[in-house]
């Protein structure tokens, strides 16, 4: 007797979320690729002193450049749009999990952390971005020969 198929039990997973196969990550891995190398540089930094510092900015690198190099072709789109958005995210929960002398409300501490992760770490962000496009264009033109 076989097991039934997840069809068959209804319990089969959502398109998009699956996070790789054979062939490398979804979109949806590249992602979590990329947010989990972040989170765990941005902690190591958060815990020793103020700020996303340079292990989280090498790790976060990392991480999109890996995404970038092991995503499906069909999603290499994904993999250069994917850098700033999953920054504003690692922005965000450092804010949140750093105590700061900032005034306020909770969503104007939020804003403020944002904005000044964003600011101090545009190079940061620029160069996460520009590895994750020179990786895929590559790929891309390799793809078409």
């Keep these: 007797m ?3 198929t997840p069809a068959a039990t209804g319990h089969a997973l ?12 979804t979109a949806t891995g590249a992602v979590a690729l990329a947010l989990g190398l972040g989170i765990v540089g941005g902690a190591v930094d958060v815990l020793t002193g103020p700020g996303l510092r ?6 976060f690198i990392a ?18 749009v994917m ?3 999953v920054y504003v995210v690692l ?19 939020q804003a403020l952390e944002l904005v000044n992760a964003l600011v101090l770490g545009a190079p940061v962000l620029m160069a996460a ?7 895929a264009v590559y790929r891309w033109a390799a793809g078409r020969r």
């Design 2 to 4: 076989t097991a039934p």
């Design 14 to 25: 959502p398109a998009g979320a699956h996070v790789g196969d054979r062939r490398g990550l």
């Design 54 to 59: 340079t292990v989280f900015a090498v790790c």
């Design 63 to 80: 991480g999109c450049l890996l995404a970038a190099l092991t995503v499906h072709r069909e999603d290499l789109v994904a993999a250069v």
């Design 83 to 85: 850098p700033p958005l």
């Design 91 to 109: 922005a965000l929960i450092g804010g949140a999990v750093e105590r700061t002398a900032t005034t306020g409300s909770f969503l104007t501490q």
């Design 129 to 135: 971005t520009a590895a994750a496009l020179v990786v």
